[in-house]
């Protein structure tokens, strides 16, 4: 086992508002941080276990309260049901424009939580989401 791993520090919230902000091109930090809870308390829901603590350690507090005090959904939602229930949270979104915002934030978290975090969490989760982090969804071979 690394004797670093637990030891890094967490980054900073404002960090990840600047980054959100900058992958969405919001106008202002506060509609970034909108977009964050909403985004992070969806995701809260449908990543459990393991994976779930290890985001809520790898994000900065702010975010880790957001991820940890959601209650695990039932089932899991699919990456378009996933956009939708985000529009449905956001005055006037369409699914365009949830997506946008779910993509926003999620294709931040590889660089602040790391690849091997987000590629365990993908495995939790219905196919589709590694395009809403950012990432190509690849097919198994047959």
Do not use: C, K, N
Request: proline fraction near 7%.
């Amino acid at each position: 086992m690394d004797p670093m791993v637990g030891t890094q520090e967490r980054p900073r919230w404002a960090d990840l508002v600047a980054a959100v902000r900058d992958a969405g091109q919001y106008p202002t930090s506060a509609e970034a941080e909108r977009v964050i809870r909403i985004v992070l308390s969806a995701l809260g829901g449908h990543v459990i276990g393991d994976e779930r603590v290890d985001l809520a350690r790898a994000l900065p507090e702010e975010a880790a309260r957001v991820v940890a005090s959601q209650i695990p959904a039932t089932r899991p939602l699919t990456a378009a049901e996933f956009v939708d229930a985000i529009a449905a949270r956001v005055r006037g979104a369409t699914p365009a424009t949830a997506r946008w915002d779910v993509s926003s934030v999620l294709s931040v978290l590889p660089s602040l939580v790391g690849d091997d975090l987000v590629d365990r969490i993908l495995l939790q989760l219905p196919h589709g989401y590694a395009l809403l982090f950012g990432r190509a969804e690849l097919a198994p071979a047959i």
